[in-house]
C-alpha cells in the first residue's frame, strides 16, 4: 500500500481547517462541539497508533456532517490523529478514490502508524450511500438531501466512525452492538 508521509506533512490539522472554512465555519464548529461518541470508541484501538487523512472541502453536506465526529474522536482518543487536505488542491490524490468515477467526498484515508494505507472510506456510510444511490432518480434532490441530513442527525457520527474502525482494526474490530 501506499505511503502518505509527504501528504501527512503538509496536511492541515482539522483546526487549521475549520479556520480556513469561511462562511461555514459555524455549522462545521457546531458539529464539532455537539460530536458525542459510544463510551467502547475511546478503548477499541487498543493502543494501536492510526492516522486519519481526509480528502474535503468544507461546502460539502457530507463532510460536514461526518468529518466533525471523527475530529472530536480523534482529539480526545490516544494515538489517533487526522489531518485534512482540500480535494480542489489535490486532485491528484482525489482521483485515487473515485466514487462511480466522480470527485465524491469526503474520503477518509486510514493510515497506520507509518504513514502507510491500510485502506478507505467514504463518500457516506454504507447504508446511506446504498440508500441514496436507491432513490437518487425517483426522489427529487430538493427532498432527498433534506432526508440525507436527517439520517446523519439520527446516526450522529457512530456509523461512520465503525465503519473507519473496521478498516482500521480489520478483523481485529469486533463491532460492538448498534445505537439503534
Not at 469561511?22 to 492510526?50: C, M, N
Not at 486532485?91 to 497506520?112: A, F, K, Q, W
Not at 454504507?126 to 439520527?154: G, N
Amino acid at each position: 500500500m501506499r505511503n502518505y508521509a509527504p501528504e501527512w506533512a503538509k496536511a492541515m490539522t482539522f483546526e487549521d481547517f475549520l479556520a480556513k472554512s469561511g462562511t461555514h465555519f459555524p455549522l462545521w464548529e457546531g458539529l464539532y462541539k455537539l460530536a458525542r461518541f459510544p463510551d467502547w470508541s475511546q478503548l477499541v484501538t487498543g493502543g494501536r497508533i492510526l492516522n486519519l487523512l481526509v480528502i474535503a472541502e468544507d461546502w460539502c453536506g457530507d463532510a460536514s456532517n461526518t468529518i466533525p465526529f471523527l475530529a472530536h474522536w480523534t482529539a480526545v482518543t490516544p494515538g489517533v490523529s487526522l489531518r485534512v487536505i482540500r480535494r480542489d488542491e489535490n486532485l491528484e490524490i482525489m482521483d485515487r478514490y473515485l466514487t462511480n468515477g466522480s470527485r465524491s467526498i469526503p474520503i477518509v484515508i486510514v493510515l497506520d502508524e507509518n504513514l502507510a494505507e491500510l485502506g478507505h472510506w467514504g463518500p457516506r456510510p454504507r447504508e446511506l450511500q446504498q440508500w441514496v444511490m436507491d432513490h437518487r432518480t425517483t426522489i427529487p434532490k430538493a427532498e432527498l438531501y433534506p432526508q440525507v441530513r436527517k439520517w446523519y442527525a439520527r446516526d450522529k457520527g457512530e456509523t461512520t466512525l465503525r465503519e473507519v474502525l473496521q478498516i482500521a482494526l480489520g478483523e481485529s474490530f469486533v463491532t460492538p452492538a448498534s445505537h439503534s
